[in-house]
C-alpha cells in the first residue's frame, strides 16, 4: 500500500440495482473527479459532504450516466483521505465504464478491504472496528448484525482500553520498583497481585463469551434426525416455510443430508435434514451410507432435533434414534400430533427425563415457534454478563487466551517472589497480546491477513 497512490473501486454489491457506487480515495481523488464531472456549480467551489447532480462524460465530452457526486474531504472520510462517490445507476456495464475513465485519469484498482485497511492505518478505525466492518457485510441474522455494530461503535474497543490500561499500571510499577530498587522502594504485593486478578477476570469473560458469539455470527448448526418416514424433511420445510426437501409417504424418500439456513428470533441457524436412522443390520448399503453421514452431522451439530412418529407406538429402531446422541444440546420431537396419538410427550419424557421433549405438527406447523424457542435457548443460556462485549473472532480470543497464560507466569513469578523484571517481561508480553487485537501491536502480515477476506470496493 503507499499513502500517494489513489484508489478506486465498485463499491456497491455486483448485479443489477437502482444506484450503484464507485469510490475513489487519495490524493487525486478530486482531481479526477473535477476532470470526469459536469456540473452546474464547478467542481472548485464544491463544499465537502455536499451532494451534487451532474453527469460524467469521459475526456472526448461524451456523456455516460447522470449522477450524483459527493466530495469528502479527509480526515472527515472513510479512509481519513479525500473521498469521492459517484453515485450512478446500478447496471454493471455501466458502473464499469466509469470505473474505467476513474481508472483512465491516474486512479488503480482498490484491492480487497484496502479502503478499510487505508481508515486504519490513518486512524479512523481501530482493528477490531475494521473487522467488524465485514462482519455487518456478512451477518446472517439480526443478532450477528447487532453484535457488529457494536463492535464497530467502539463496545469491544473500549474494554480492551481498560484492560490493556491494568496491565500498564501492573508494568509501571514493577518499572517503579525496579528503577528505584536501591533505595529499598518496594511494591505491595497485594496490589501487584490485584492488578493480574482484574486483569485475568476481565479477560476470561471475554474468552468465555466466544463460544456464543461464533454462534450468533456463523450460525448455529441443528440436524434433524429420526427414523425413517417420522416427518423429517415436512418439518424441515415447515421451519423454512418453503418445499425445499422432497416429501414423499415412501420411506427412506433422503438418501443424503440436505441443508439450508433458517432465521430463528434474529439468530442464524443452519437446518440438516439427514437420512433415516434404523438398526444397521436391517439397512441396504445406500441406507447405509446416508446413515453414516447422519451419524457424521450429528457429531458435528450444536442441537440435535430428534423426531419421533407420535401415531405409532416406540419401536427399537426409534430406540436406535434416542440412543445416536445423547447429551443437552438435544430436542426431541413428537410429530404428527393432528393423527391419533399412540404415545404422549409424558412417556417419552418418563424415558428421556433429561431431555426436552416437544409435541409438533409439521403438516399443520402447529408447535413450530416452540422449537425455534428451545433451540434459541440454548444459546442464550451461555450469554454473558450485559456489560461484557461478546467477541466471535477467533483471532481475538487465541490473543486474549494468550495474555491470560502470560498474566498466569507473571502471577506464579509474585509468587516464588522472583525479581520485578522478571514479572515485568509476562506482564509485557500481556500488554502486547492485547495491543494486538486492536492494532496497537501488529505486523503486515497479520493485515495482509485480515483484509485479504474483504471484498473490493470496502
Known amino acids: 500500500m503507499y499513502a500517494t497512490d489513489t484508489i478506486a473501486a465498485v463499491a456497491t454489491a455486483p448485479g443489477r440495482g437502482g444506484v450503484g457506487i464507485v469510490r475513489i480515495s487519495g490524493p487525486h481523488a478530486r482531481a479526477i473527479v473535477t476532470e470526469l464531472f459536469r456540473a452546474e456549480t464547478a467542481p472548485a467551489d464544491w463544499t465537502s459532504h455536499r451532494l451534487y447532480y451532474g453527469t460524467i462524460a469521459d475526456r472526448g465530452g461524451c456523456a455516460i450516466d447522470e449522477a450524483l457526486a459527493v466530495l469528502m474531504l479527509g480526515p472527515r472520510s472513510y479512509t481519513g483521505e479525500d473521498v469521492v462517490e459517484l453515485q450512478c445507476h446500478g447496471g ?196 447405509q451410507l446416508g446413515m453414516a453421514r447422519t451419524a457424521e452431522k450429528l457429531a458435528e451439530a450444536e442441537v440435535c432435533v430428534l423426531v419421533l412418529d407420535g401415531s405409532r407406538p416406540l419401536d427399537a429402531d426409534d430406540q436406535a434414534v434416542l440412543n445416536s446422541h445423547s447429551g443437552n444440546s438435544r430436542i426431541i420431537v413428537l410429530n404428527k400430533i393432528d393423527l391419533p396419538r399412540a404415545i404422549t410427550a409424558a412417556q417419552v419424557s418418563a424415558l428421556q427425563p433429561e431431555t426436552l421433549v416437544l409435541e409438533v405438527s409439521a403438516k399443520t406447523r402447529e408447535g413450530l415457534d416452540r422449537i425455534r424457542a428451545a433451540v434459541v435457548s440454548m444459546i442464550e443460556a451461555g450469554r454473558p454478563q450485559e456489560h461484557v462485549s461478546v467477541i466471535s473472532n477467533l483471532r481475538h480470543r487465541d490473543a486474549l487466551a494468550k495474555a491470560v497464560e502470560s498474566l498466569r507466569l507473571a502471577r506464579q513469578s509474585l509468587a516464588e517472589a522472583r525479581p520485578p523484571d522478571v514479572v515485568a517481561v509476562d506482564v509485557q508480553d500481556a500488554i502486547d497480546h492485547v495491543g494486538a487485537i486492536t492494532g496497537v501491536v501488529t505486523s503486515e502480515e497479520v493485515l495482509d491477513r485480515i483484509f485479504s477476506q474483504f471484498c473490493i470496493g470496502k
Open 92 to 287: 454493471p456495464v455501466l458502473l464499469r465504464q466509469v470505473l474505467t475513465l476513474v481508472l483512465r485519469c491516474g486512479a488503480r484498482l482498490a484491492e480487497p478491504g484496502e479502503f478499510t485497511r487505508r481508515a486504519f492505518l490513518n486512524g479512523r478505525l481501530d482493528l477490531t472496528q475494521a473487522e467488524a466492518v465485514i462482519d455487518i457485510v456478512e451477518a446472517r441474522g439480526n443478532a450477528a448484525a447487532s453484535l457488529a455494530v457494536a463492535q464497530l461503535g467502539g463496545a469491544l474497543s473500549d474494554q480492551l482500553a481498560d484492560i490493556r490500561e491494568t496491565l500498564v499500571q501492573l508494568k509501571s510499577l514493577l518499572e517503579a520498583q525496579i528503577d528505584f530498587s536501591e533505595e529499598d522502594f518496594e511494591v505491595d504485593a497485594t496490589s501487584l497481585h490485584s492488578l493480574v486478578d482484574a486483569g485475568e477476570e476481565s479477560m476470561q469473560r471475554l474468552i468465555d463469551s466466544y463460544q456464543r458469539g461464533k454462534l450468533v455470527r456463523d450460525g448455529i448448526r441443528v440436524v434433524i434426525a429420526g427414523k425413517p418416514n417420522v416427518g423429517k424433511s415436512s418439518l424441515l420445510n415447515a421451519l423454512l416455510a418453503e418445499e425445499r426437501a422432497i416429501v414423499t409417504a415412501l420411506p427412506g424418500t433422503t438418501r443424503d443430508t440436505i441443508e439450508e439456513t433458517a432465521d430463528f428470533g434474529g439468530i442464524p441457524v443452519v437446518l440438516t435434514d439427514t437420512a433415516g436412522l434404523r438398526r444397521l443390520e436391517e439397512a441396504d448399503p445406500v441406507e
